[in-house]
Every structure is written in C-alpha cells, then in structure tokens.
C-alpha cells in the first residue's frame, strides 16, 4: 500500500524509483541510489549531516518523506559543482573525523549560492544548523571565507 | 524505535479539496515535516496516513493589502524572513523566524506548522500573539477564523477540528508607531529551544501607555498572552513603581515549570526582567 513511484533529479541524472511513501529522502540517497557521502548524524534535523539542497534550498533530508520529494532537483555531497569549496575545507583543515563535512560543504553552497561574500556572522548563521564535535568551527569558518574571497 | 515504513502512507494532496476529503477521512496533515518527522523516525508519529499539503498554492502565498497582511499556511519561516513588509511591519516575527532551528530547518518549517504542533516552547507563537493575529481554517463544510489570542486552550489542546486545516494567519496592521521587543533566552544562541521566549508591544504617549500586549513561550502549558498584566498597564504612567507591580503580576499570570531545559524559578526571573528591560526602555 505504502509503495509509491518518485522521479528524482540528483546531482543532474534523472531517477525513477519505488520507493515507500515515507522512506526518508536520506535513505533514498544512500540505499537506492547508493550515494553514501550524505550522512546520517542525529536523524532529528539538530544536526545538519544529512544535509542536501533541494530545489535550490538546504535541507535536512532526514525529515523529507521520499514523497514529497517527488519531482525535486537535488544536489548531494557528490555533486561536481562543489570542488572549489571541498579544496578550501581541505587546504584549510576544516574536516577532521569527517561526519559533519558533507553536510557542512551543502550548507556552505547554499550560503554563498545566496551571498558570495557572507560576514562571518552570516557565516555562522548560515552554519548554525550544522553541528561539529571536531574542530570547534574556526577551520570550517575559515573555510567558507577563502571561497568568499576568491569571489568576485 | 524507528517506525516501521509498511505501516503509513503518505499521498501530496493535488489541490485544497483532495486534502479536505482526506481530512474527513481521517488522514492528518503534513507540511514541511520538521516537527512530524521526528517523531516517524523515533517511532512515536500516532498517526499512519498523512496528506502532503505544503505544495498547495492556498497555502503559499503571502498577500499584502491595505488593511491585512496574510500568510499562507505552509509559508516557510525563511521566506517570512526574506519578505520586505514582514521585516518593516513584523519585525518580532521575523526575528522567531531566525530563532526556529538552522538555515535547513528554516527551509521547510511552516508558520502554520508551528501554530498547530502546538509547543508551548515554539518562538513564533508569542509574536503572533502581540500582533493579535487571526487563524483561518477550512474544512469541507466551509471556513472560519479563529482568533490567536484564543486558539490554544489546553497543552496541546486548540480549537480547531481534526477536518479542519489551516489555511491562512492574518495579520492586521498596526494603527500607530509601536515599540517592539522580543528576546529569547535559550542555552545556545542558534538552534536551541526557548527557556524564555519573551514579547511585546506597545504604544506610549508621554510617558503613557496607550496599548499593549505581553506574550511568553516556554513559561505555561500554552503559548501565553498575559492579560492581567496588559490590563494593569494599559493607561498607566510609566514609573518604577509601576514596573515593580508589573513584575509582581506578571509572576502570578505566568506558570513555569521545571524541566530538562531550565526551572520554573529561573523562568519567573528571567520573565520579571525582561518585562523590566521592554518597559524600562519605554520609560
């Protein structure tokens, strides 16, 4: 009863899936289409390391029902438009253990799809929903502004 | 516990009157999931059919007009945030906005989402109670709206019907210039669920309060508009004789309790000076 077809746009390849209706959208990534980089941290939307963009927006995709996904544009941790700031988290040494950072890179897009040059501020507010035990946020911060000032 | 996925289905309703039959049907409304969600994926959601409703177009909308405001329903709190009128008439809602979890969570929770989940700890529910705001259901056998001030009457009690989705909040706009206040006290600045969610507004003509209104989060079983105080204030000239009655009564109307995130004697401090710091900024 609960089976449902979706069509998905995930990092620009089309998917048609069967899928229950209320398979978590992270779920869907990592067992269906088998794109593990997107991470599963508390599964209650606290901590951000599941997070993709959808639809242009950052999401938490431990919340979505595959449902209600139907249709959408996504883009995961594997997406080739992202190489720029994954270089800065790693020249700067803003991953460590390595949980958070998928969810990090996809909030730190988002942020600067929105605002190329963010202030710190907006930095931290634009990372807030993205929780690392590691490194005390100061390198992933760092991070996010060598991208903002190879901005125009 | 995660739930077990064969047992529940979710269908994204086509237009408004597929999900008012389902409604009658007994299924329950989702919108961005923030809240429901959570409570799937730790195995405590009670309910098995859910509707999708934050697609529809009824529920979307933010509509500006002389004499109202209107937001849909499924308006998410990012898009609150980004509205120009809501940042210069609403200022109070858009910093609740900015409170309620990170820039993801912003992305998909709804205002109405918010309204019906009901917390008595949500952050936008005192904003909308000092801008005195109309709910408006609907239902298969019509519409009708509901005062804010007068929605919640219990924890997690409201006046609406399980048939009965909300559609639309109102707000009216304000008259005159008000001062608005607004502070949340948590334990982290981003992300965090209120101790304390303190708002108001209010009118001062030289040194008198023409009108006002005080609402809390996180101090009663219901988001609390604080009546008694409004009354005592309403008319009076600011003093701090005044402001030392107002603390006594406003520890009186307000019902704090102890729990994982503060105590109820800390609650009723902190209330006292917050509404110190808004009517001592008045003075």
Known sequence: MANTPISLTVNCAAHTLIVPAMKRLLDVLREDLRLTGTKEGCGEGECGACSVILDGELVNSCLIPAKQADGARIVTIESSGLGVIQRAFAETGAAQCGICTPGMVMAASALLARNAKPSLEQIREGLAGNICRCTGYQKIFDAVETVSRQNP | ?283
């Open chain 2, 1 to 283: 516990m995660r739930s077990h996925l064969a047992d529940f289905d979710l269908v994204v309703a086509a237009d408004l009157p597929e999900a008012l039959r389902l409604l009658v049907a007994g299924w329950r409304p989702i919108a961005g999931g923030t809240d429901l969600m959570v409570l799937f994926n730790a195995g405590r959601l009670p309910y098995r059919k859910l509707v999708g409703v934050a697609k529809l177009p009824e529920l979307n909308a933010i509509t500006v007009s002389s004499d109202m405001v209107t937001l849909g329903a499924a308006v998410t709190y990012s898009a609150i945030q980004r509205h120009s009128v809501m940042q210069s008439e609403f200022p109070l809602l858009c910093q609740a906005a900015s409170w309620t979890g990170g820039a993801a969570n912003q992305n998909r929770g709804t205002l109405g989402g918010n309204i019906v989940n009901a917390s008595p700890a949500a952050d936008s529910p005192p904003a909308l109670l000092v801008y005195d705001v109309e709910l408006e259901f609907i239902s298969t056998s019509g519409s009708r709206r509901i005062s804010y001030g007068e929605f919640h009457t219990g924890y997690k009690l409201m006046q609406s019907r399980p048939e009965e989705l909300l559609v639309k909040i109102h707000l009216p706009p304000h008259r005159r210039k008000l001062n608005q206040y607004a502070r949340k006290v948590g334990a982290r600045k981003a992300q965090a669920i209120s101790k304390v969610c303190f708002n108001a507004v209010a009118e001062v003509e030289s040194s008198v309060i023409k009108h006002i209104r005080v609402a809390l989060g996180s101090v009663a079983p219901i988001p609390l508009r604080c009546r008694k105080v409004e009354a005592a204030l309403a008319g009076q000239t600011l003093s701090s004789t005044l402001i030392a009655h107002a603390r006594d009564l406003i520890a009186q109307e307000i019902q704090p309790i102890d729990d994982i995130r503060s105590t109820a004697r800390y609650r009723t401090a902190v209330t006292q000076n917050l509404l110190s710091e808004f009517l001592g900024q008045l003075l």
